[in-house]
């Protein structure tokens, strides 16, 4: 049995969430200046250039590429082999995280949701923590802003929808989020589960797009195949970038195809802006 202190993944997860609240992962760079490339659009274009000298700016002056540094979202595969020891894990993540926020002077988005008092701090912190084989550590970490996260949502489609339905339905949603949710997007889409776990797919659906890990089971043929067609008619929609236009909408994609219940079909799509603050790292 392999011993991990709590502190070490608390420790990593606050470089790591001050890091990319200033920097945007390599693969988002490198999907960013391929739209560059490719967008035939002026107006596209312009707008792709400007998201990438943001980007450039806030890199070089350690500054926030946003505003809106978001609420962090956390996922755990904790190997069965790996004993934890220390303080409770989400007694020091929330601890870092805060650290990390008054340190990067991110903004405090998180309010009372009824009286809308600023609750002045980002937690708690949501975290999820699912038990694999092994004896490592796999952390997924990512800050959301509340423009894209309003524009996720939940649906059921009748349960005799057919496979074109379900990608019409899901481009229309990705498409329906619009220049408020700061296309071009990520998206990740869940298809099946339950009104419970149809929507922490759709998170992992976005969280797979940001690591190639080989730990991680890789998308089925059925889920590629979907991914590919619902990006391809979000992206025929013409939104683009901000809303002026273009054929880039949707950066990347994911799909998770779940087992649901014969009398339903839940799908979820969750959408991220172009600001897809948030990565992976193992232990």
């Given at each position: ?30 999907d ?45 595969l ?7 020891s ?14 990390a ?19 002045l701090?980002?937690?708690p ?89 080989p ?69």
């Amino acid at each position: 049995m392999r011993e991990l202190h709590t502190s070490e993944i608390a420790r990593r997860l606050g470089e790591a969430f001050l890091e990319t609240s200033r920097s945007l992962p390599a693969k988002v760079l490198r999907d960013l200046k391929r739209a560059l490339a490719e967008e035939p659009s002026p107006g596209a274009r312009n707008i792709l250039s400007v998201i990438l000298e943001n980007q450039a700016v806030a890199t070089r002056e350690g500054i926030p590429l946003c505003q809106d540094t978001g609420l962090p979202q956390i996922k755990i595969l904790l190997g069965s082999g790996v004993a934890l020891s220390g303080a409770p894990l989400k007694e020091v993540l929330e601890k870092e995280v805060r650290g990390a926020h008054a340190k990067g002077y991110l903004r405090k988005s998180a309010c009372h949701p009824v009286t809308r008092e600023n609750l002045l701090n980002d937690i708690p912190v949501p975290l999820d923590v699912e038990t694999v084989p092994g004896d490592g550590v796999l952390v997924f970490h990512m800050s959301k802003g509340g423009g894209c996260d309003n524009k996720s949502l939940l649906f059921r489609l009748p349960p005799t929808a057919t496979k074109g339905e379900i990608i019409a339905a899901a481009a229309e949603a990705a498409v329906a989020a619009g220049p408020d949710a700061c296309p071009p997007f990520y998206v990740g889409v869940a298809v099946g589960g339950t009104v419970v776990s149809c929507p922490s797919h759709s998170r992992d659906a976005l969280f797979r797009l940001l690591s190639d890990d080989p730990r991680i089971p890789p998308p089925s043929p059925e889920e590629r195949e979907l991914a590919l067609a619902i990006k391809e008619l979000a992206n025929e929609s013409g939104l683009g970038p901000m809303g002026v236009g273009g054929k880039t909408t949707v950066l990347d994609l994911a799909v998770a195809i779940r087992p649901a219940h014969i009398a339903s079909l839940p799908v979820a799509v969750n959408v991220c802006c172009h600001s897809f603050r948030g990565g992976a790292f193992f232990l």
